[in-house]
């Protein structure tokens, strides 16, 4: 039967095809035909039957269901946020639009993509001019949209740089200006001047008589707020353990950041510490290295050193250079004696004259080393032989402590920097810290000067095989009483 002979069938399939496809008039509907193999449609007016169409009844209506349905306007407020609404599951999705699918659009929380954001212009342009907007007028309203967004994100960018920039100053504030911050800064170059320094051989370690206060005896003095480091001046070119040329002790009093330096004369006539042996204090070094020398030094004067330094003379050069050098003044006698010795090792260097002198790490060096000729201190004094020859030392280590202090960071840590690779020492990182906080926090900024044994309290004395010699027979309590006070001060010990 076909749809000639009975009109209700047609009918029927119309309605069905209706249903289908949409009504689209009569001129777009699908051609109905009866055939052996039941219904067949024929595609609209210009369109290609899709190959493998022709079969039976029902045929699939997928093949044409996304080329000829008819457009639906797409309703954009679907996708827009709406605050107002309390779904379960628009809340499920932390506030923000959601999609047919369920899932929450790209973007950040309760704010719409790029794309959404083009979508409620389009949406909000048809409600004003009553159509859709066209190509062009899509272009128009995307290019804004874009650029805006542009803008505001470059906006953000750019406050966040500032912000950094902040955070930055306030950090450099902190860490230069304030108390707190100098502290972290002296806790990292302690950290730093530990690992830069020279390491001590396990043997020397083992060397030294007294490791921990625990160790020495009852009356010797010893207060955990005082550090003693005994600093030794060498010449290590050779390679050999020699005479030390100059042997101080650097103390500091850790509550009121006082410093202290004291030179121990050389030509001091000691005990040698494990030796059974009488030689000048400077002897014990090259005798049997740097436990000896402690050894002797404490037992002399019964106080206890918590560790040592080893300095180069080439890194007392390299610090005064790199510090752009030190004013000291200089005597007649002294830059004559200077100019025509080899104290001073460049002979360009040996220039110097009567009044204050600019001097160079080669220069100071030699000046330190002068004997023969005397120097006066502060009050006018001529102080000659070994005295003065410390007295000198003292000088320039005054110079370069002043110089440091007024010097800015930078200078600092390249003076720092190049001295510490000329440095031996097992002192911690946790004493080097101690000693710079009370440096650097010391109101004072005053350094205190003396000799031992005291100026007053010694005798020379010739020796035979030995030569001569500071003697301190019968003098050697009250220079033990005369450092002790010195160096602790009001403290117990």
Not at 93 to 101: F, L, M, N, Q, Y
Not at 366 to 388: E, F, K, M, P, Q
Request: charged fraction near 30%.
């Amino acid at each position: 039967m076909s749809y000639r002979d009975d009109d209700i069938f047609f009918d029927d399939v119309e309605e069905a095809l209706k249903n289908k496809y949409g009504d689209y008039g009569d001129e777009d509907l699908p051609k109905v035909d009866m055939g052996l193999s039941g219904i067949r449609t024929a595609p609209p007016p210009g369109r290609r039957r899709p190959a493998g169409t022709y079969g039976t009844c029902p045929r699939p209506a997928s093949r044409y269901e996304n080329t000829r349905r008819r457009p639906v306007r797409h309703n954009y407020e679907d996708e827009l946020p709406n605050e107002e609404e309390d779904t379960e599951e628009y809340a499920s999705h932390g506030g923000g639009p959601v999609r047919p699918s369920g899932k929450k659009p790209k973007g950040k929380k309760g704010k719409m993509t790029e794309e959404q954001e083009k979508r409620l212009a389009y949406h909000k342009f048809e409600e004003r001019s009553g159509r859709k907007p066209s190509r062009k007028e899509k272009k128009l309203i995307d290019k804004k949209i874009h650029s805006r967004r542009r803008k505001e994100k470059l906006g953000k960018v750019f406050k966040g740089f500032l912000a950094v920039i902040a955070l930055l100053v306030l950090f450099v504030v902190f860490l230069f200006y304030t108390k707190p911050g100098k502290r972290v800064l002296l806790r990292f170059a302690s950290v730093y001047v530990k690992k830069a320094t020279k390491g001590v051989d396990k043997e020397e370690i083992e060397g030294i008589p007294f490791k921990s206060p625990e160790n020495i005896p009852d009356d010797w003095a010893y207060n955990e707020n005082v550090i003693n480091i005994l600093l030794i001046g060498a010449d290590a070119s050779g390679g050999e353990r020699t005479n030390t040329d100059s042997m101080i002790i650097f103390s500091e009093n850790t509550i009121t950041g006082q410093v202290t330096l004291v030179s121990l004369l050389r030509d001091t006539y000691v005990d040698i510490y494990g030796q059974n042996v009488k030689r000048k204090l400077n002897y014990a070094y090259r005798a049997d290295g740097i436990g000896c020398l402690m050894g002797t030094i404490e037992s002399t004067y019964k106080i206890y050193l918590d560790s040592y330094a080893i300095v180069d003379f080439q890194a007392f050069r390299d610090v005064v250079d790199k510090l752009g050098g030190v004013d000291l003044y200089i005597s007649s006698e002294e830059a004559s004696y200077l100019n025509s010795e080899t104290l001073i090792k460049n002979g360009d260097n040996r220039n110097l004259k009567e009044g204050i002198n600019h001097l160079n790490g080669d220069q100071a060096n030699g000046y330190c080393r002068v004997r023969a000729i005397g120097t006066r201190d502060d009050s006018g004094n001529l102080i000659i032989d070994d005295h003065g020859r410390t007295l000198r030392q003292r000088k320039v280590l005054r110079a370069i402590y002043d110089n440091y202090k007024n010097e800015d960071i930078l200078t600092v840590y390249s003076a720092t920097n190049s001295v510490l690779g000329n440095i031996t020492t097992p002192i911690s990182s946790g004493n080097i810290y101690t000693m710079l906080e009370g440096i650097y926090f010391n109101d004072s900024k005053e350094m205190k000067q003396m000799q031992i044994p005291d100026a007053s309290k010694y005798s020379y004395q010739s020796i035979s095989g030995v030569g001569s010699v500071v003697s301190i027979d019968g003098y050697l309590e009250d220079n033990i009483n005369i450092l002790r006070e010195a160096l602790y001060g009001d403290l117990t010990y």
